[in-house]
């Protein structure tokens, strides 16, 4: 059974930089693609980015590059959301994902969520 | 970016009835659509792929169809359980994108 645990919360000001981890378990972490979505609150689901840790390299959402980086490490089973500069507009939920298959952009398995909070 | 809308935005049923949701994209995806249902708090769970493909373990009364541009999702006699938001998402190309979802209320 694959599971995907996150990180807690996180409270953090204007301008600065949160990291949000997602550990998973259950099934070979590097051949599937994991995604980052984002869900401010009352709010649609939105895609930020994704990587598939056996090639490491990741794609970004074009709203969101130069801002966010997404990396994996195959040694602990772990992924990894960093977005930078943060503003109050970013205050969400953030999920990371997992492909239901290789690379694919269909999200099977989904994390519990972590929310990050922007506020001076 | 090819962006998905969805209709209604919002819709009441009762027990029984028989829903359909449908999503359209601003350029053809093929078959590359998957449907996703949410509530309140939290994560988003998986239904359909392959625009009517059901995901394991997702009962029967869940359908989806279409290709191209237009999709539907059907729930043939809903469930109390199934008062929830619900999204579609195109997984053709980057950046993978969500329609606004549909909250499907009770009657």
């Known amino acids: 059974q694959v599971q995907l645990v996150q990180s807690e919360a996180e409270v953090k000001k204007p301008g600065s930089s949160v990291r949000v981890s997602c550990k998973a378990s259950g099934d070979s972490f590097s051949r599937y693609s994991i995604s980052w979505v984002r869900q401010a609150p009352g709010q649609g689901l939105e895609w930020m980015g994704g990587?598939?840790?056996?090639?490491?390299?990741?794609n970004y959402a074009q709203r969101f590059q130069g801002r966010v980086t997404i990396t994996a490490d195959e040694s602990t089973s772990t992924a990894y959301m960093e977005l930078s500069s943060l503003r109050s507009e970013d205050t969400a939920v953030y999920y990371c994902?997992?492909?239901?298959?290789?690379?694919?952009?269909?999200?099977?398995?989904w994390g519990q969520g972590t929310l990050v909070t922007v506020s001076s | 970016d090819i962006q998905m809308t969805q209709s209604p935005s919002s819709v009441s049923a009762s027990v029984g009835d028989r829903v359909t949701i449908t999503c359209r994209a601003s350029q053809g995806v093929s078959s590359w659509l998957a449907w996703y249902q949410q509530k309140p708090g939290k994560a988003p769970k998986f239904l359909i792929y392959?625009?009517?493909s059901l995901q394991s373990g997702v009962p029967s009364r869940f359908s989806g169809s279409g290709s191209g541009t237009d999709f539907t999702l059907t729930i043939s006699s809903l469930q109390p359980e199934d008062f929830a938001t619900y999204y579609c998402q195109q997984a053709n190309s980057f950046p993978y994108t969500f329609g606004q979802g549909t909250k499907l209320e009770i009657k």
């Open positions: 990587i598939i840790p056996i090639f490491g390299s990741a």
């Open positions: 392959a625009a009517s």
């Open positions: 994902a997992r492909a239901r298959d290789g690379s694919s952009g269909y999200f099977a398995y």
